[in-house]
């Protein structure tokens, strides 16, 4: 068998770029071309309005491409998978860089776009996936109720997220995390409470330095884990500003309807929480419980297979407002089946309508 000469090439390393802030995204974007020697930009920025995605290629030389690119299908792993793809292999195979920055559109999810292009054979590595966020907007972004359509983020015109929903899934998944602020304050704190000690905080928007990003090694099954509800880990962190972390654990299950009649007092409130939980009426569901700014994302994230461990409930949730975490941890005792009823077993429970084949889907399908 003759070996593939692409597979004997040392893989050119590819950073992956991501923010809310298209100026700040921009600016650390710039500082790349200028601190990394041999490196070439991919960017590429979207408009939810017209269906449409427009593609720049610099170096440090001026722009090489700038095109609009239509769109088959209006979805980020679909677009890397058409359109990223293909480039990002031709500047690879080009032969005048060492290196890629590929700069994502403005509240794109990294963990949907290193699995678009980890599903491809490809000449690049990822090295790194970084993000940019301003902590001195961190707790208005992340804790509010703001759309990303009210601010005219949206990948396309039917991306219904929460900003904080979009702020968080790239915080909790890149490895490096750039604070364009470079001042304490609250919103530094609530952004230490969430970062896992793998993560990288890089203070300031200028002191990447050279090759920070692609000289790192990205571990996706360590990146996947930080994202993944069945294994969330309580960080927490300093409470100077009165930022607190609470971790809620039990082996019991949810009680269906004490569940429903909380989930606001759990779920309400400026709070980032995320976890998993079960219920007697769907024994075999890993639900999850996904949560920023008032909203929560409630759904089946997996069901159990045959070397899953006992199901447990476990949230960990962060807020900043004194009061809310002593509410949380009453609305989640109070959620919980009592230990008189769980020792009368699952039987009970089989076919009962537990009210939340809404967001749980049906039973019956799930089967």
């Known amino acids: 068998m003759t070996p593939d000469p692409h597979a004997l090439r040392p893989s050119m ?10 100026v700040l995204r921009d600016a650390v974007a710039a500082d790349l071309l200028l601190d990394e020697p041999g490196a070439v930009l991919l960017r590429y920025d979207t408009d939810a309005a017209h269906g449409t995605m427009h593609r720049l290629v610099m170096d440090v030389t001026g722009v090489i491409e700038h095109r609009e690119v ?82 005219g983020l949206q ?36 952004l230490e409470h969430l970062l896992a000690d793998e993560q ?21 099954a360590q990146a996947n884990a930080r994202v993944d509800v069945r294994s969330v880990r309580m960080h927490g962190g300093r409470s100077d500003y009165g930022t607190w972390t609470i971790e809620l654990r039990s082996d019991l299950p949810f009680h269906p309807e004490r569940f429903l009649e909380n989930i606001e007092q759990l779920g309400a409130g400026r709070l980032r929480g995320r976890g998993r939980f079960w219920l007697p009426t769907r024994p075999q569901s890993i639900c999850r419980w996904d949560g920023a700014g008032g909203q929560v994302s409630v759904g089946v994230h997996a069901l159990i297979g045959a070397d899953e461990e006992q199901p447990t409930t476990h949230l960990v949730i962060t807020g900043v407002d004194a009061g809310d975490d002593e509410r949380v941890r009453r609305a989640f005792e109070a959620s919980l089946m009592t230990r008189a009823q769980w020792q009368r077993g699952l039987l009970p429970w089989l076919g009962v309508d537990d009210g939340l084949d809404m967001w749980l889907g049906s039973r019956a399908e799930a089967a």
Do not use: K, N, Y
């Not at 390393?13 to 298209?22: H, N």
């Not at 058409?82 to 060492?98: C, I, N, S």
């Not at 997220?161 to 602020?181: H, K, N, S, Y």
């Not at 203070?203 to 996706?220: F, I, K, Q, S």
């Open 13 to 22: 390393p590819l950073a992956v770029l991501c923010a809310l802030d298209p």
């Open 70 to 151: 239509e769109l088959e299908h209006a979805c980020i792993s679909c677009a890397m998978r058409e359109d990223a793809v293909p480039m990002l292999e031709a500047l690879a195979a080009d032969g005048r860089w060492a290196s890629i920055a590929l700069v994502l559109p403005v509240s794109a999810d990294p963990w949907v776009v290193t699995r678009a292009l980890s599903a491809q054979p490809m000449r690049t590595r990822i090295a790194s996936v970084a993000t940019v966020v301003d902590s001195g907007r961190m707790v208005e972004d992340l804790l509010g109720d703001d759309t990303l359509a009210e601010r």
């Open 155 to 190: 990948w396309a015109v039917d991306d219904e997220r929460a900003v904080g929903e979009a702020l968080a899934a790239q915080i909790e998944f890149c490895d490096v995390v750039i604070d364009a602020a470079e001042h304490d304050g609250p919103g530094l704190e609530l």
């Open 200 to 220: 990288v905080l890089v203070r300031g928007a200028h002191r990447l330095g050279e090759r920070c990003l692609t000289a790192l090694r990205h571990d996706p």
